[in-house]
Each structure stands twice: as C-alpha cells, then as structure tokens.
C-alpha cells in the first residue's frame, strides 16, 4: 500500500515563500506522473501542478505559471512544490497525489494515490 506524506504548509503573509513536500512509501513512483492539488473552502478539488515519470515536464494551472515550481526526485521518492508569491487566493488544504501513467493529467480521476493534505494559509 502506497501512502503519501506532504509537509510544508503554514501560515504566511501575501508575497512569502513556501515548499511543500510529498514522500512516497510503500512502493516507487518513479515510473508514475506526481501531481499536486489544492481544496479551498466550500469548493472542489482542482488541479494545480504535475510532473511526469521522468521529471522532465511539467503542467500548471494558469494562476500558478510563474510562481510555483513542481520537482521531483526519483532516488528519494519525493515530490516538491515550490511556491513562490504567494496570494491569498492560494490559501487551501494542498494535496500530493501519483497518477496511474507515467504522463501527467490535470484529472483527478487519474490519480489513484492521496496525501492526507497539508493547510497554506496567505494571510495579512
């Protein structure tokens, strides 16, 4: 069984910095697409990074192009997002998840591993 693990959310103000982590257990990812996710309040699931099998290419939704950064290291089973500029609009619990195929996809349904989440909180 595969369990997700992120770390790095917090509470920081308009402009800050952030890098959520994600480890993989149980099993390599490596041959799997990694994606993150975020969920805010009273709204759904939407995609917002993801990168391939390999590490190299990526996907972001448009209000994060430019700001975040999604890497990923294969020898450590380990996904990273950088997020850089936050704005309060990123506020939201922020989930890793590994895809079924080694490319990427913005569908939720094509992720068969969760992380239980961590909270980024942008906030003056």
């Known amino acids: 069984q595969v369990q997700l693990v992120e770390s790095g959310g917090g509470l920081v103000q308009p402009g800050d910095s952030l890098r959520l982590s994600c480890a993989a257990s149980?099993?390599?990812?490596?041959?799997?697409?990694m994606g993150w996710f975020r969920q805010a309040p009273g709204k759904e699931r939407e995609f917002v990074a993801a990168?391939?099998?390999?590490?190299?290419?990526?996907d972001y939704t448009d209000s994060v192009k430019g700001r975040f950064t999604i890497s990923r290291d294969n020898a450590e089973n380990t996904v990273s997002l950088r997020m850089n500029s936050l704005k309060p609009g990123d506020t939201a619990v922020y989930y890793c998840?590994?895809?079924?195929?080694?490319?990427?996809?913005?569908?939720?349904?094509?992720?068969?591993?969760w992380g239980q989440g961590t909270q980024v909180t942008v906030s003056s």
């Open positions: 998840a590994g895809g079924k195929y080694p490319w990427f996809t913005r569908s939720i349904r094509n992720y068969d591993y």
């Open positions: 149980g099993r390599t990812l490596s041959n799997y697409a």
């Open positions: 990168v391939t099998a390999s590490g190299t290419s990526t």
